[in-house]
Each structure stands twice: as C-alpha cells, then as structure tokens.
C-alpha cells in the first residue's frame, strides 16, 4: 500500500512578523525503505519560539532553515516499518522528524532516533517536561542560577513549557518562586496548577515603573536568580530589583525575535550587583542529559511535576499554532497532534 506524506515548507522568510504565507503545505510519497532505515509515523509535533529565529537569513547559533525544505521540528513516533536491527515495528521514539506526518530515519546514524518507555510517561511528555524543554529548564536552573534553598528565584513565560518546569524544580529546591505570565487566567494557573508562590501578569504593568513595583511586591527579599526567556522591559525590571551576586540565566528573548531591537536600560546594575549573566543553549550541553532526564522522568511519573500541553489537531494547524505559539496563546507546551 502507497503511503502519502503531508509536509509543511517554508516556503518565504518573513519580513518582520511571520505569517501563514510563509509556509506552504505538500504531499510526498513515501518511497521504499533502504537497508539501515524505518518509516515513523509521527504521532505529535512540537512547536518552540527558537524556530522563528531559524526562519531569518541571518547569523545566529544555528543555521537557517532551508526554504522549500521541511520545517525543523522535535518529534514523537512510532515506527511502522524497520530495515534495521535495532528497531521493529511498533517501537515508540523521539527524534527530530519535522513538521510532517512520516519520516524516513537513517536508524545506523547515532542519536537520530530514540527508544522511549511510555510506561509510565505520555509520548507527547517526550516532547516537553521529558523532553528539550524541560531539560532546557532543567540546566539553566541548575547549572546557571545554581539555587539555594530560602533564595528568590523569578521566572519569565512561567506558563510555557520551559517556565513551568523551572519554577516547579526552583520549589523543589526550597525556594520561593515567583512567575511572571500574560493575564490573570495563566498567573493564576501558575499558582494554582504549578505551585509558584506569586505570579505576576505582565499585561496588567504595561511600564518599567509599574511592573517593578509588582516585583518589589512579590520579592520582598530581592531576586537571587531570574530564568529568563522574553527579554526587553520585564529584564529591566527584573534587574531592577536583584539582589548582590544574583544570577541570570539566559534562555530566549522572544520581545526581540521579530527584529525590534531589545536595548538594556541599566548595565551598570550588572557591575554594581555583582551580577553573573550567562546565556545557553541546551543542544551544546548534552552530558548533562542523562541526569536531568532521570530527575524530570521521575518527577511526571509519579505526578510531582505537573504539566500542561495545548494541543492543535492536524498537520495543517501547525502555522497558525506556532504564529499563536509567539504572541502567547498556549498554555504550557504547543504541540501538534498527527494521529
């Protein structure tokens, strides 16, 4: 029986704000396996702010992404037909297929294609608090902030996929958290769901006075470590209100990934604070993996670390869930369900 792949290309680079035109969705066929290969059918599809950076032309950690080449995207599987030995049919997996439905793997390739247990963890968990995100969250607390208990640790986007996982690992670790997120249904989720100690919706302090004064508010003791993923006027304030010898732990800057420039209004506080600030990328880290996994895996299987995911239904609904994806729209992880 044929086999037909739906794809989605980048098709254009976005001038500013991307759109649903610069992506362009195809059907392939699914040609026969080689020696050393298997087919997955990808079962979801992860969405991430980092691919619109990928979408520019420009320099940056990682290459552009192709135009009229697949979209790069985390993926989660199941292999439906194998050419190699140490795969078989029906073997869950985790990868980087891409925005489509079915992917070839070249299985002798090291690290391509991995085995998970979905035992006790959901497949898609594999793709978020399991997964990059969480291992993301995991290292720049961990490995940057370096926590104390009785520490003040805040957390910008505490609502994504990254931002929940560092506030909830920051409580384990004894300290009190305090998120920031967009509007009073995430903040209050945020307490609620995640156990943050305070979150602060940013859209309700819409300047450097008033969000700062927020912050004084929810820090009483100052800021010892600040996991930072937007960038702009919530850094600002932020480093308005840290502490001697704090730590910033730079993750993404999402206020700037349409090309606005994001200037620092007080450098100085980064010499007068003693400050350490350290930006990272979590792909260049890969020794530390294996432990963070174990911790995280353990977390979500016995319920200690809660999650949420938003889900769009079909490979079509990718472009308009990643455009939604930038401006806010999701709660914990974005994904896309292909099955």
Known sequence: MSLTNRQILLDNRPTGEPSVANFKLVETPVSALADGEVLVRNHYLSLDPYMRGRMNDSKSYAQPQPLGEVMIGGTVGEVVESRNSHFKAGDKVVGMGGWQEYQRVDANQRGVLQKVDTTHIPLSAYLGAVGMPGVTGWYGLVKIITPKAGETVVVSAASGAV????????????????GIAG?????????SELGFDACIDYKAHPDLKSLSRALKEACPDGIDGYFENVGGMILDAVMLRCNAFSRIAFC??????NGDPIPMTN????????M?????IVSEHMGVWPEALKELGALVATGQLKYRETVAEGI???PEAFLGLLKGKNFGKQLVKLV
């Open 163 to 178: 931002g929940g996982a560092v506030g909830q690992l920051a409580k384990a670790r004894g300290c009190r958290v305090v």
């Open 183 to 191: 509007g009073p249904d995430k903040c209050g989720q945020v307490v």
């Open 252 to 257: 993404g800057m999402i206020s700037g990934y």
């Open 267 to 274: 450098p100085s506080l980064i010499l007068v604070n003693r």
């Open 276 to 280: 350490k600030l350290e930006g990272f």
């Open 316 to 318: 079509a609904s990718a």
